[in-house]
């Protein structure tokens, strides 16, 4: 099993008022699925993604992440996980400004053990079709285009799982569709990835979902006919 | 240090990448370190000309004022007010070499303004009359000629030396010497009488606040009787020996005069006695306030840049501060954030400070080559106090306002920082 969580709990103390966040989620996903949360915005869904994603951490419950118990991890332990195990991939993007292409997936690569920064950022790159963009200006490009760099970002580091929050959110439906077809082949090559939305079109891409109300898993399905996302053309 | 050598690398990425803020955090380290390094150079400069126009005259010398100064403030006659109590009877008591020891030389001085005429030339200008002594007690030489005698000083004949700037304006080509130049008062006995030059002086600039090139020199009756028509001295001057004497001197000069004067306390003194070293002590505390003032200056050039750079730093914590959420979103141990924050630091800082040091140092260069040029004495002065004192405030407020946020932000959940407004 690659994540289990067993009864998290997420709180919030504002002015001395508790909000809870997530009321006791326990849920296990598998090496190699395809997995969708889904809710309405303010159920908890994305509170539970960064605490999968090691953004964030659970008021109670335990986390096993390949069987280790992450519970008790310190900063520097969830630190390699984030830098080794998982990629993110944010609705926002969350590039460097006025950083090239190159060195913006290289960033992962500086805080690793690893070797070859140059030629492994490259291929990332190649990987979601923008070997040709490298030394151009992170905010040269169009909306998709940063999109594919944070996922050559979020891969550059050969993680387990990638996490995905509303990535196709900020963009229109034809960059939407390449975001997801790389998506599906990155799962197709074996890589686990972990989707949030509230838009049960996007959710239907993913094998399974998950749908989250007022802080609960409230369903857990398969999906029996998933979207596939056509190809896209080559944007300019 | 491989990995330094990376850090410091991609932090310069960085860095370039953010040109506009950079400099803006370089510029206000360098107005902070350049600001203080200059305004600290200007004190000793000025501290130096002072004391250095102070010093010129020889620190040998006593000076006697008519009228009595107490200690806190200085002697009538600086604003003007004749006080007549010197006489030619305290002058020759004073050169009499049984009574007072020590002395080498002596000259009794008056002053007032002049027009000198040689030729079609005239330039209006300021006479000195005194005695022969004068060469030796203020320490001057001849440019041409010589100084007139103890004897053409005492008698009154009609010869005059004249001050470098003088004898540069009268006559062009430097044929002054034997010339015949006529002096006319500006009072109103208004006689025009004829002089022989027998001297030019060497040139010296300013000394003491006045142009010693721009005077004419007479001998003592002369200016005193016929151009002006008085019957006593404005001041006295003495050369004593040794500067060991000097107080010894002051001494006996105090007692000869109460005794002329018939004055039983000194408390009733009409005259008053000083020596150089007084006055050294007087104007250094006057310049050591000067520096203290300018130290304040300095100190706010220092508050300025300093809030410069926080300003630079706090406008930019949020946007850092999702930098940082990002980044430890990307795999960053809270180390490799405060290392890459502190670099970051480091350089600004290094860079600002070598700048404001640079610059500082040109620019007081500058201001003591104009001084100079400006025939002022100034001596160009760098103080390493100034340079440490500016760089280490200026890296302190740069450290603590850069790293400080950075340090919270790398403490923070990566979630909360990337989400910090």
Known sequence: ML???????????????????????????????????MGPSGSGKSTLMHIIGFLDRPTSGEYFFSEDNTTNFNDDELAHIRNEKIGFVFQSF???????????????????????????????????????????????????????????????????????????????????????????????????????THDRNVAEHAKRVITIKDGEIVSDEHVTHRRKAEIVEEEV | ?????????????????????????????????????????????????????ITKLGTNMIGVLPGKSNEKGPPAAVFGIQVKTLSLRDLETIQDKNKIGNIEAVAPFVRGSITVTAGKESVDTNFTATYGSYPNVQNVKMEKGVFFSEEEGRSGANVIVLGYDIAERLFPNGSELGKIVKLKSSGENKVSIPFRVVGVQEKLGTVAFQN?????????????????????????????????????AIADIENILRDNHNIKSADNDDFSVKNLADAIKILTNITDALRLFLGLMAGISLIVGGIGIMNIMLVTVSERTREIGLRKALGATPKQIRNQFLIEAIVLTGIGGIVGIISGIIVSFLIAFGARY??????FVISPVSIALGIFVSTLTGIVFGLFPALKAARLNPIDALRYE
């Open chain 2, 374 to 379: 400006a025939g002022y004495d100034w001596s």
């Open chain 2, 212 to 248: 010693q090139d721009d005077q004419v020199f007479i001998p003592f009756i002369v200016g005193q009787r016929q151009i002006l028509g008085i019957d006593y001295i404005q001041f006295i001057r003495i050369k004593v020996n040794n500067s060991n004497n000097i107080n010894t």
């Open chain 1, 3 to 37: 994540i289990r969580l067993k009864n998290i709990t997420k709180e919030y103390i504002n002015s001395g008022v508790i909000t809870r966040v997530l009321r006791g989620i326990s849920l296990e996903v598998k090496e190699g699925e395809f997995l969708a949360i």
């Open chain 1, 94 to 196: 969350n590039l460097l400004p006025r950083t090239t292409v190159l060195d913006n997936v290289i960033l992962p690569l500086t805080y690793s053990k690893k070797k070859d920064h140059v030629e492994l950022a490259t291929k990332a790159l190649e990987s979601v079709g923008l070997g040709n963009r490298l030394n151009f200006l992170s905010n040269q490009i169009s909306g998709g285009q940063k999109q594919r760099v944070a996922i050559a970002r979020a891969l550059v580091c050969n993680p387990k799982v990638i996490f995905a929050d509303e990535p196709t959110g900020n963009l229109d439906s034809k960059s939407g569709a390449t975001v997801m077809n790389i998506l599906e082949r990155l799962n197709n090559e074996g890589r686990t990835i972990i989707l949030v």
């Open chain 2, 1 to 53: 240090m491989f990995d330094w050598i990376k850090n410091i690398k991609s932090v310069l990425k960085n860095l370039l990448s953010r040109k506009g803020r950079s400099f803006l955090t370089i510029l206000g380290i360098v107005i902070g370190v350049a600001g203080v390094i200059i305004i600290i150079s200007l004190g000793a400069g000025a501290q130096a000309l002072v004391l250095g126009q």
